[in-house]
């Protein structure tokens, strides 16, 4: 039995109101008997066929099961493959080819091009470009343990490379500025965690299962909180790092200095995050005002080169 022959038969089936048993033995040049045997398998599958007997009868799928193509307009079909292609790109399965499938089927024959056109006209992609390669496989493992309700275990780094022995529930993936992460309860901090899966080792998935409990979503937006922590300072940046610093502010905090620069109104907390943001942009950024941070700047650049001077000498 080929799985390829009965997902053809299910489209054809979505698509038409009847057809004959030996219309389809001819269209996959087999005998009736395996077509037969085809129907009944999509049944045990759980979706309906109805078989109905004499001239004019034939295979259909319950009308209730089926929906119009005309529900789905063309602007939402392309929606719904955009999101599923990006999707599939990161994070494989059966279930996601099988929804591209099905959605594939509502597209009608004179719209199928212009479907087409609309649902390339953005593509996105969430693979990285360099980086851990343990993050796809990792997504499969998390993937797998949510929907069996499995625990995961692992070795877990804090940003300071302190790894500790973690055991978790997982509950949710999660995708937060082009970094993956994982919601779950801690068995060893007893509380809710999220778990940036870069920073993730050995991960495996434990036997038998847990229950479910009150699941908590994490906290994911912190712009209310950031704009109380957060002050200008002013920066002058070159040119070439524009696009960058335009990750972190507005357009119109940039103020045109000669042809070369821009005067930047720059958000900043005074914390190793944002210092090293800064470093990030190298000798093409330098740090303006509040004197005491750029004081600061200095003092730790002096200490970035005395490490080099000492092993110099």
């Not at 004019?56 to 209730?64: A, D, Y």
Request: proline residues 4%.
């Amino acid at each position: 039995m080929k799985v390829d022959r009965l997902v053809s038969i299910i489209m054809i089936l979505l698509d038409k109101e009847r057809i004959g048993a030996q219309e389809l033995a001819d269209m996959f040049e087999v005998s009736p008997r395996t077509i037969y045997r085809d129907i009944e398998a999509i049944n045990m599958a759980g979706i309906p066929v109805l078989s109905t007997s004499g001239v004019g009868g034939g295979f259909e799928i319950m009308p209730n099961y089926k929906i119009d193509k005309k529900f789905f307009s063309t602007t939402d079909l392309s929606a719904i493959l955009m999101g599923l292609s990006s999707l599939s790109n990161m994070i494989r399965g059966d279930e996601l080819v099988n929804a591209l499938a099905k959605v594939k089927s509502f597209i009608p024959a004179d719209k199928a091009k212009d479907i087409e056109l609309r649902t390339n006209q953005v593509y996105i992609d969430l693979s990285p470009w360099i980086g851990n390669r343990n993050i796809q496989p990792y997504l499969e493992i998390v993937k797998t343990a949510l929907q069996e309700s499995k625990l995961l275990s692992f070795e877990y780094a804090n940003r300071y490379g302190n790894k500790t022995a973690r055991t978790a529930e997982p509950y949710q993936l999660v995708l937060k500025s082009s970094y993956w992460y994982f919601q779950g309860y801690c068995l060893v901090r007893n509380d809710y965690r999220l778990f940036r899966l870069s920073r993730i080792s050995n991960l495996q998935i434990q036997e038998g299962t847990f229950t479910p409990r009150d699941y908590q979503k994490p906290q994911l937006d912190f712009d209310d909180i950031l704009e109380t922590m957060q002050t200008k300072i002013k920066i002058r940046i070159h040119k070439s790092v524009m696009d960058r610093v335009l990750d972190y502010c507005f357009y119109e905090h940039f103020t045109p200095d000669g042809d070369e620069y821009y005067i930047v109104s720059f958000p900043f907390i005074e914390n190793d995050y944002y210092y090293n943001i800064l470093f990030g942009f190298g000798d093409k950024c330098e740090c303006l005002e509040p004197l005491h941070i750029r004081s600061e700047i200095k003092r730790r650049i002096h200490d970035m080169a005395t490490i080099y001077e000492m092993k110099d000498e």
